[in-house]
């Protein structure tokens, strides 16, 4: 009697979960799809803004808006607050450049990346562990060439070793955190790669995030540690 039960109770599952299997799908498909249209919007361009206010501000919005954090040159950080608000203030700096921007697991994509463009002083960006930061958005950071000096893409799951070699035309930058990126086949080669291709630069690769990890090595100079919590 009790292995009938069990059977029953098998043949009812299935049952329910044959019946409601579209339903299902068709609810997850809905929800991606809605999450996809709130990504773009997020990244869409701030024509008003930049008209009204000029490029400083404009990216600065931009940075704020996503849940980022920003820098204008000779000022303290500014970043949102814990409900997601922050002072529209900053709009007097409208004629100080921005020198750094950290976006660290913020929404940002390939379009959103126009608002940093506008960013012409940027000396450093941190895109650590963005979900859209991809290959194709590294394509576009040559635009920023003149002044990056300091670049973080520790962590994005989408940067592959295609994405990384787009980054030669960055001759001017220092300092370059590629540690932790799961689409990358070969870290420690592409490392060595990154370096030869960047010889004036500091390239941080896996073995810096191991040892990060383990607490054998410390950099209090790093991107993130200039941002305050």
């Not at 004629?95 to 126009?114: F, M, Q, R, T």
């Not at 070793?161 to 932790?180: P, T, V, Y």
């Amino acid at each position: 009697m009790a292995q009938e039960g069990n059977q029953r109770k098998r043949r009812t599952l299935f049952q329910f979960l044959t019946e409601h299997f579209y339903d299902v799908e068709a609810l997850r498909q809905y929800l991606v799809q809605k999450q996809i249209l709130k990504v773009h919007k997020e990244n869409g361009p701030l024509t008003a803004i930049q008209k009204q206010y000029g490029p400083y501000v404009t990216g600065a919005y931009f940075v704020l808006k996503l849940g980022g954090a920003v820098k204008f040159q000779d000022q303290e950080w500014i970043r949102p607050n814990g409900c997601a608000h922050f002072s529209p203030e900053f709009v007097k700096f409208h004629a100080v450049p921005v020198e750094a921007v950290d976006v660290s697991s913020c929404a940002i994509n390939y379009h959103g990346l126009d608002n940093l463009l506008l960013l012409k002083e940027l000396r450093s960006l941190s895109l650590q562990r963005c979900p859209h930061v991809d290959d194709w958005f590294l394509s576009r950071l040559y635009l920023l060439a003149g002044s990056l000096q300091e670049l973080s893409l520790a962590g994005c799951p989408h940067i592959s070793e295609r994405g990384l070699a787009c980054l030669h035309h960055l001759q001017n930058l220092r300092k370059l955190d590629i540690s932790d990126l799961p689409a990358v086949s070969h870290p420690r080669l592409t490392q060595i790669l990154v370096e030869e291709m960047l010889p004036n630069c500091e390239v941080l690769g896996p073995d810096w995030a191991k040892g990060v990890e383990l607490g054998l090595e410390e950099q209090p100079g790093d991107l993130a540690s200039r941002v305050p919590t």
